[in-house]
């Protein structure tokens, strides 16, 4: 069965991809390994023609190293399989593989909950389907809401089946989204912290698949990416000691803050977007906004350039996030001289002239050599020069852009990105051009760099789990107030009773399940083994865990002539199970218990 948000057709394609990448990885290592023993042969021994021996070995190695880590490299770099569409913005990749539960949660049921677990195969075959399914998101709503549906059932099958004094052997796996390397627990905590990071993946390729030409595709980008800050962002928050990469709180914080710069780029294209008028402010708000989009992306620089992720993030990567900061911090160069050059004050007034003038003096980080800025804005050449210097700033960056990206060879394969930076190096280029005359002899001023401002600054948006609404799978055990992993009780008993003036003799409470509150002394309930704490789980061969209190009353006093059988269970907590080994629990109950008894009632019945 195809359950809503599952892509099966992405199974084949990412799976080749992870065994591609997980046979260059052993191959890495292998090389490593040699190269190490080479190195240490080469320092011990003193032959000389040993010596040139291993020195041609190790040159070997080294090549074939560097060979190795292009095609991982290339591998990492590979949007195809994850993306239907072309885009320039560095994602996350997707990649999950998980264990099966089936044969520990049989053998559980059986053990722990005294129940024939094939009668829970539907619940077993519809969590299989659920776990097989989340594997294969869609890139949409819907695959989101798939893996948020499973994420939500991992808190139902952690109080059903893992317990701190049992271990289900269960190994669950991870590879890591951009080495391939293969991480291994034994915790719950760490699928739930892979589901997490795959949410925050997925909202990354939502993200980077929207038409941005439109400033409804630039909202839902920027919606989508603070969804996926927000995600990395819990996760590193509530998980930790993680053994993969991925998951560690340096490269968390990488993608959280990697997520926002792309967050800080959308916001850039909305306002360029909509800024229909040329006016002299909005001109200088567009250059203090592309400003601000190179700081963000020269802090993750700096984040992946750290020595833990140093060798974990990929080359293409760095480089995409360098070349970015490049590129805005010459677009805020560029667009401070059009509006400097193309854009006069207008006469409209005193407060025009004002608010401009300030907006002026805050759009640089310091003052620029030479006369004051307020004389520069009422002295056309002053203005012609300013502008020009901020272009040649331009013009050097966008140089410097385009040299870092045709050092990388993913890049160079993205057309699209080729063209932005020489479209946007040509432009500033002509308008220096323009600006520049032949008996302008005076040295070129060097133009401070622009303040960052945004109106809009990214917010981390954590996942709301709420909104997908699910049921326990594996509810028919019972209430988890009672039937948890963490509960122990004794083996389940069936008390047989018959009808006798003055009643059964015992006083019930609560519902879903029915509590014994008490039984009478010497009365019929007592001399059949009823107990005082009993759960009653069926009458007469009717599971009655989750039944109401008056249910279970009406059940009981609809019997027979013949009487009623009462299956019941004794619940007690682990730590007092020893202790209290053949003795009952009458005044101890409240004592004993460490989890609550559901829906109790104030007052209770006697029967």
């Given at each position: ?302 984040t992946m350039t750290q020595p833990l992720m140093k060798d974990y993030v990929p080359f293409s990567w760095v480089s995409m996030v360098q070349v970015k900061s490049e590129h805005f911090r010459a677009l805020s160069h560029y667009y401070a001289a059009v509006a400097l050059c193309d854009h006069m004050l207008l006469a409209g007034g005193e407060e025009e002239e004002e608010e401009a003038e300030k907006a002026f003096l805050q759009c640089h980080a310091s003052v620029p050599a030479g006369p004051q800025l ?168 009717k599971d009655c865990k989750w039944a109401k209190h008056g249910e279970v009353v009406h059940m009981l006093k609809s019997c027979s002539d013949r009487g009623v059988e009462i299956s019941v269970v004794t619940l007690h907590s682990h730590d007092t199970q020893k202790k209290r080994e053949g003795s009952t629990i009458t005044k101890r109950l409240g004592s004993a218990f460490s989890l609550s008894f559901g ?9």
């Amino acid at each position: 069965m195809l359950l809503p948000g599952c892509d099966p057709l992405a199974q084949t394609q990412r799976s080749k991809l992870q065994h591609r990448r997980a046979r260059i990885n052993q191959q890495i290592n292998k090389e490593m390994r040699m190269r190490t023993g080479a190195e240490n042969l080469f320092r011990a021994t003193t032959n000389n023609k040993v010596k040139e021996t291993v020195a041609l070995e190790l040159s070997f190695v080294n090549s074939n190293l560097q060979l190795l880590k292009e095609e991982l490299e290339e591998l990492n770099s590979s949007m195809d399989v994850y993306q239907t569409d072309r885009c320039t913005n560095a994602c996350v990749f997707i990649i999950l593989l998980s264990p099966c539960l089936c044969l520990p949660s049989q053998d559980f049921i059986c053990e722990h909950y005294g129940e024939d677990s094939f009668l829970y195969d539907k619940e077993i075959k519809e969590l299989m389907e659920l776990r097989q399914a989340m594997r294969t998101p869609s890139r949409n709503q819907a695959g989101l809401e798939l893996l948020m549906e499973y994420y939500n059932q991992l808190y139902y099958l952690d109080q059903r089946f893992f317990s701190a004094q049992k271990n289900l052997g269960v190994h669950f796996h991870w590879y890591d989204s951009l080495t391939g390397v293969p991480s291994c627990q034994r915790a719950l905590a760490f699928e739930k912290g892979s589901v997490l990071f795959n949410i925050g993946a997925l909202y990354t390729q939502i993200g980077a698949r929207q038409d941005r030409s439109a400033t409804a595709g630039i909202d839902r980008a920027i919606d989508a990416f603070q969804r996926a800050a927000g995600a990395f962002n819990y996760l590193k928050e509530n998980f930790s000691n993680a053994p993969s990469l991925d998951m560690s709180s340096p490269s968390l914080c990488m993608l959280v803050r990697l997520m926002l710069a792309q967050v800080q780029e959308c916001v850039f294209e909305r306002i360029t977007l909509t800024t229909q008028d040329t006016h002299f402010t909005s001109q200088l708000r567009l250059a203090q906004e592309a400003a601000r989009v190179s700081d963000v992306y020269l802090l993750v620089q700096q984040t992946m350039t750290q020595p833990l992720m140093k060798d974990y993030v990929p080359f293409s990567w760095v480089s995409m996030v360098q070349v970015k900061s490049e590129h805005f911090r010459a677009l805020s160069h560029y667009y401070a001289a059009v509006a400097l050059c193309d854009h006069m004050l207008l006469a409209g007034g005193e407060e025009e002239e004002e608010e401009a003038e300030k907006a002026f003096l805050q759009c640089h980080a310091s003052v620029p050599a030479g006369p004051q800025l307020s004389q520069v804005l009422q002295d056309p050449e002053k203005r012609r020069k300013l502008g020009k210097a901020h272009l040649r700033r331009a013009v050097i960056r966008h140089e410097e852009a385009m040299r870092v990206h045709s050092l990388c060879k993913i890049l160079r394969k993205m057309d699209i990105l080729q063209d932005v930076l020489s479209v946007t190096h040509k432009r500033s280029l002509d308008k220096y051009s323009e600006l520049d005359r032949e008996d302008d002899f005076d040295e070129i001023a060097e133009a401070p760099e622009i303040q960052s401002h945004t109106h809009q600054k990214p917010d981390v948006i954590p996942p709301n789990f709420s909104t997908v609404k699910v049921t326990d799978i594996f509810q028919r055990l019972g209430p988890l107030s009672v039937f948890c992993a963490r509960a122990r009780w004794g083996p389940m008993r069936v008390i047989c009773l018959n009808k006798r003036e003055g009643g059964l003799g015992l006083t019930l409470r609560g519902d879903s399940p029915v509590l014994v509150a008490g039984v009478v002394p010497g009365g019929w309930a007592e001399e059949a083994g009823l107990r005082e704490g009993d759960y009653i789980v069926a009458v007469d061969g009717k599971d009655c865990k989750w039944a109401k209190h008056g249910e279970v009353v009406h059940m009981l006093k609809s019997c027979s002539d013949r009487g009623v059988e009462i299956s019941v269970v004794t619940l007690h907590s682990h730590d007092t199970q020893k202790k209290r080994e053949g003795s009952t629990i009458t005044k101890r109950l409240g004592s004993a218990f460490s989890l609550s008894f559901g829906s109790i009632r104030d007052t209770e019945a006697m029967y």
